[in-house]
């Protein structure tokens, strides 16, 4: 078992930089892929950022690309989101998750095996 236990959100004015953390603990592996997911009221959970174990493959969904940067720390067991120009639009609860060794569609929330509580991100106008 994996536990994954997310920081850093809290409400930011529009234009304006927040970081999350991702703190693994349990039978962590370092080569879990791990994603980012957020979640609107009455929508959806959505991709947002994805890495790989190396820390060399990542992707972002569309929408924040260029605004978001996901990293890891294998030795501290932890994953992090830079959120950076945010916009009213980021609010959700945010989710980080890790998936099976070797998934290849890290979009896909159903190739995720362990997941967070989330954390809220409120982006005011």
């Known amino acids: 078992q994996v536990q994954l236990v997310e920081s850093g959100g809290g409400l930011v004015q529009a234009g304006g930089s927040l970081r999350l953390s991702c703190a693994a603990s349990?039978?962590?592996?370092?080569?879990?892929?791990m994603g980012w997911f957020r979640q609107a009221p009455g929508k959806e959970r959505e991709f947002v950022a994805a890495i790989r174990w190396s820390g060399l493959g990542t992707r972002y969904s569309d929408s924040v690309k260029g605004r978001f940067t996901i990293s890891r720390d294998n030795a501290k067991n932890t994953v992090y989101l830079q959120m950076n120009s945010v916009k009213p639009e980021d609010t959700a609860v945010y989710y980080c998750a890790a998936a099976g060794v070797g998934v290849q569609r890290l979009e896909k929330a159903s190739n995720y095996i362990y997941w967070g509580q989330g954390t809220q991100v409120t982006v005011s106008s």
């Open positions: 349990g039978r962590t592996s370092s080569s879990y892929p």
